[in-house]
């Protein structure tokens, strides 16, 4: 189309006289038959002007494949213009019209042998775009003769041939060879050639990441370097992005590559800039800090990345957005360069908050004073969203300055003078957190920021300073009148807000519990019996069990001392860091994310870290956003909510001996399909049907009264489970009210919806489930089965299984020793695997194993070794080496140890994906002798991160439509069929991978069965 768009061009600057807009204007009908008849022409004149009425029909959206047997034959033409029309037009419709595709081989072998070079490198190019298996084998024979062509031009053309026909058939390039002529013209004289053989190969190093096709070494590397000069700009993209995967063997040669790379970075194309910048940040970690080149490499990395500031907007923000990752690496680069991050008066919105950002990771104690000048400045903006942003840079500048801090509060209350409600609501939110930064220096402001309360209508800033009352309560006179205040629509408050208010209510209490009992009375009442927020309620009654138990400990746990904030809360992990600035130039750099989270299916190239010096019923689930992220964290970092809530269900919950009767279960509720909110999945999307109430225990040991409470316990009614209320929250169903003795406080008349047994005692009731252990839904586990038996492997006996535990994949063994020798020094490896298994570790047997004694042991594994197909394709081959010999055995895992945690797909998406997919990639089986409901199905496969997006009944059948993601980014999609009374299901598996589909419905099988 490209080619296509420059005739045109070419055209109009020899001065044609007609112009080629009217072949766009046409709009006849009988268009086609003309057409026919042009094209049969034996004028060439005319069959050139026909051809291009195709061809911008074609590029209108015009279906013109019933010509494809005419275009064909106006190939046989010397016209080099219209060869390169016709061969448009062939790369477009061969797809569709695969058998007539073939009448043009003989043509397109024959111009591969053509004088003219022009027309070699058109016909092999063409013949790599045109996808279609039965044209690839023809094309071996002219392919070869081209990458060993005397013109350069073809030679680079047929480079990228070979990546084009890898991805076609990687097969047929391997046995052809291809691979090994493709490295031999890194050694070519040309230098377009090596780099689009460098292009070529890397290419296919993507999509074989353990391949090793490009092998590296000082020679090769030298090659590279020294067509880098002479190479078109994106031929130095490829050639510097090759060499950003390689490692120097010592400083010397590291230095050596950084010298001949340098000069890029005066580069007019940024793209040649980024990519430069990118080699010398990674060879930069084997450079001795006091080595002259490294200070010297330092200043000439700064003038490079501030000329990029100086282009169009949108190439400033991705300049920016790569800086940042440089910033937080090596700050040093630009700490001289703070004034070129000042922001303009006519910056776009997304390039100002880019340049704050950086400024504020820049800002030291020799700058602070021109930084601060200057967020003042922006404080003062008509931009609301900038203004925001730059008040919260000069809460971060105090807490990441120490010096500044007092000049950062004195700023922040010039700000709060100026009355401008957004201002005052984000700066008493930074103070928030400079009073956690630096605790009981700064507390005089406190006076000025009660005075603007009134003017609080964020939920933000309402919460900060309800934080800040409750946290100084003791110096606040009127701290009860203030909480009191925020206490009166406390119910059309957001969670946020009604969530610090409870806990300043109940600091407030322990610091001043004479005055303020009625007040902690009444916002325990609101926050457990009139709300239906889970978290609220679960908070306000681990208050009140603490309160009414144990004073003394409420005090220790809720006035803790809490840790200062750390200087910088946004930083990237240091591992995805080093992985980002690999990655510097490209889209992964722009999201701060690697590639593997935002492109499907995609492992990337293995790039290597830096190494430093020494009609129908319907119930939809709300899609689980957001997680693609979790998997990022390191641990220092705090957990996301999700790690929480798993950390939490897999604690052993079990409560203590009881003397009363063992719990009962409701009749008909199972197990495995109970919801911890109670009421399974369809509870959850409001069904009508409501779910039988969970008995809770009963007879529990009264636990101690504190002093200040009577003696006698009071006694609580059962109560019906309010219809429609059964969606109540976690709290509301693992617990009951505290027992409260009547000095505290009168206990409520009744208890909240879902609770119909009285509780009484400690803290350990709260999460009692009714007398059993903990009710979660459990993944399935199979049962352990010998891999190695003792004979094959000279006394040695290794058993397992595979389990997935909060996110993390497990192999359990048991090893026996039926030898008569001590057996020690035990080590594990995998051979390479379909889906990048590889141990996370190594193998933990810390004490030799003794003749008759057996040990256990559970290795975490990782995926992100090397990957090969394998049959079947959830095969693990391993060796297993002690202090006797090496022993070899194979295994199979459940591929459900692979389904990630976020694979519930929104359900829109899903519609999208299922249509998406080819129908040949879809696959049906029969589960036979299966007796469950579908309700009872569906929370028995989420057990196995098998999520349920969305169920439909028609004619007595449920249809339940599932989602599974994969660790290597690919998505399965599922229709379960169940039919009342029927012990047959029927299953549908849609998957871009179609090969998967078998594992997948053996894992349903075996899931539903067991």
């Known amino acids: 189309m490209q080619e296509w768009a420059n005739q045109l061009c070419e055209n109009r600057q020899f001065g044609s006289k007609m112009t080629d807009s009217k072949y766009f204007t046409t709009t006849k009908k009988g268009e086609i038959f003309e057409l026919k008849a042009e094209l049969n022409s034996d004028k060439k004149e005319k069959k050139k002007e026909a051809v291009k009425k195709v061809i911008a029909s074609m590029t209108v959206g015009k279906d013109v494949s019933a010509l494809f047997p005419d275009v064909v034959n106006c190939m046989q033409t010397d016209n080099l213009e219209l060869k390169k029309l016709v061969y448009l037009y062939l790369m477009n419709y061969a797809k569709s019209q695969p058998d007539m595709a073939i009448m043009a081989v003989n043509t397109f072998v024959k111009d591969c042998e053509d004088l003219n070079p022009l027309i070699r490198a058109l016909a092999v190019r063409t013949m790599g775009c045109i996808r279609v298996d039965k044209i690839t084998e023809y094309l071996c024979e002219p392919l070869r003769k081209c990458l060993k062509d005397e013109d350069p031009y073809v030679r680079k053309t047929a480079a990228v041939c070979v990546a084009k026909l890898h991805d076609i058939n990687a097969q047929l390039v391997e046995d052809q060879g291809f691979l090994d002529t493709l490295k031999d013209l890194i050694s070519d004289s040309n230098p377009m050639v090596v780099a689009n053989a460098v292009a070529a190969l890397s290419e296919i190093a993507e999509s074989h990441p353990n391949s090793n096709l490009l092998d590296l070494n000082p020679q090769t590397i030298n090659k590279l370097l020294t067509a880098l000069n002479e190479c078109t700009e994106w031929g130095q993209i490829f050639i510097l992005d090759c060499l950003a995967n390689y490692s120097p063997r010592d400083d010397r040669e590291s230095q050596s590559i950084c010298e001949r790379v340098t000069p890029r970075l005066s580069h007019a194309n940024s793209a040649v800039v980024l990519s430069a910048v990118k080699v010398l940040m990674k060879f930069m970690e084997m450079l001795p800090k006091d080595l002259d080149y490294y200070g010297t490499l330092l200043k000439k990395l700064a003038p490079p990345l501030v000329t990029l500031l100086s282009a169009e907007p949108e190439l400033q923000y991705v300049a920016l957005r790569n800086i940042n990752l440089i910033v937080q690496r090596r700050p040093e680069i630009l700490k001289h360069e703070m004034k070129v991050f000042f922001v303009k008066y006519n910056d776009p919105i997304y390039v100002k908050l880019e340049k704050l950002d950086i400024m504020i990771r820049l800002a030291s104690q020799a700058n602070i004073a021109q930084v601060l000048a200057e967020l003042k400045e922006y404080a003062t903006e008509v931009d609301v969203d900038f203004v925001r942003k730059a008040v919260r840079a000069i809460g971060r500048c105090a807490i990441k300055v120490e010096q500044s801090a007092e000049r950062c509060v004195s700023t922040l209350l010039d700000l709060i003078q100026t009355k401008v409600n957004y201002v005052v609501q984000e700066a008493i939110v930074v103070i928030k957190d400079i009073f956690r930064k630096y605790p009981n220096k700064y507390e005089s402001v406190i006076a000025t920021l009660c005075e603007h309360l009134e003017s609080l209508d964020e939920p933000e800033a309402r919460a900060a300073m309800i934080w800040i009352v409750g946290e100084y309560a003791e110096r606040i006179d009127n701290a009860d009148e203030l909480l009191e205040s925020f206490l009166e629509g406390f119910h059309d408050e957001s969670t946020q807000v009604q969530l610090q208010l409870l806990t300043a209510i109940v600091k407030l209490f322990l610091k001043k519990p004479t005055e303020t009992q009625e007040l902690v009375q009444q916002v325990l009442s609101l926050a457990t019996q009139d709300s239906d927020n889970p978290d609220l309620r679960d908070r306000g009654y681990i208050y009140w069990r603490l309160l009414s138990t144990d004073p003394v400990a409420a005090k220790e746990v809720v006035l803790a001392e809490k840790p200062l904030i750390s200087e910088e809360t946004d930083l990237i992990e240091p ?21 593997s989270a935002f492109v499907e299916g995609s492992r990337g190239v293995q790039h290597k870290r830096l190494t430093s010096s020494a009609g129908s019923g319907e119930s939809v689930e709300s899609p689980d956003t957001g997680s693609a992220a979790v998997s990022e964290a390191p641990p220092t970092v705090i957990p996301s909510q999700g790690d929480l809530l798993g950390d939490l269900l897999n604690l052993d919950l079990t409560p203590p001996t009881s003397t009363g009767p063992p719990p009962t279960t409701a009749p008909g509720m199972q197990l495995g399909a109970m919801d911890l909110l109670g009421g399974g999945l369809d509870s959850l999307i409001g069904d009508e049907s409501e779910p039988p109430p969970i008995p809770l225990r009963t007879d529990t040991p009264q636990s101690p009264q504190p002093p200040h409470q009577s003696p006698s316990p009071p006694h609580y009614s059962p109560t019906e489970v309010a219809p429609g209320n059964h969606t109540g929250s976690l709290g509301g169903d693992i617990g009951g009210s505290p027992a409260m003795g009547t000095g505290f406080g009168a206990p409520p008349a009744a208890m909240p919806a879902s609770f119909n047994a009285p509780i009484s005692g400690g803290l350990d009731d709260l999460f009692d489930l009714g007398g059993g252990g903990g009710l979660t839904m459990g993944t399935y586990i199979p049962p352990k089965s010998v891999w190695l038996p003792a004979m094959k492997a000279k006394g040695l006996e290794i058993s397992g299984t595979f389990v997935r535990r909060s996110g993390v994949i497990q192999m359990e063994m048991t090893l026996n020793n039926k030898a008569m020798s001590v057996m020690s020094d035990f080590a594990i490896q995998f051979n390479r695997n379909s889906f990048g298994l590889a141990p996370a570790g190594p193998l933990q047997i810390l004490t030799p194993i003794s003749p008759n004694q057996s040990i256990e042991a559970a290795l975490p594994l990782s995926t992100v070794g090397p990957v090969m197909k394998m ?140």
């Open 575 to 595: 591992t995805l860091l080093e992985e980002l600035i690999c990655h510097i130039g490209t889209l992964a750099s722009v999201y701060h994310k690697p590639p």
């Open 871 to 1010: 049959e079947p394709l959830n095969n693990l081959q391993v060796a297993v080496k002690n202090n006797i010999d090496v022993f070899y055995f194979s295994c199979q895992y459940p591929i459900s140890m692979l389904f990630l945690e976020d694979g519930k797909m929104e359900r829109q998406v899903f519609l999208a994906t299922w249509k998406d997919i080819p129908n040949e990639n879809e696959s049906q089986f029969q589960i036979k002798d299966c007796h469950l409901n579908s309700d009872a199905a569906s929370n028995k496969l989420q057990g196995s991160n098998i999520f349920t997006i969305a169920k439909r009944t028609v004619e007595g059948q449920d249809m339940l439509y599932q989602s599974m993601k994969l660790t290597n980014g690919i998505w399965v999609l599922a229709e379960l069929r169940v039919q009342a009374g029927n012990p047959n299901y029927t299953i549908s598996l849609k998957c871009r991978a179609p090969e998967v589909s078998q594992c997948v419905f053996q894992n349903y099988e075996t899931v539903l069965k067991n």
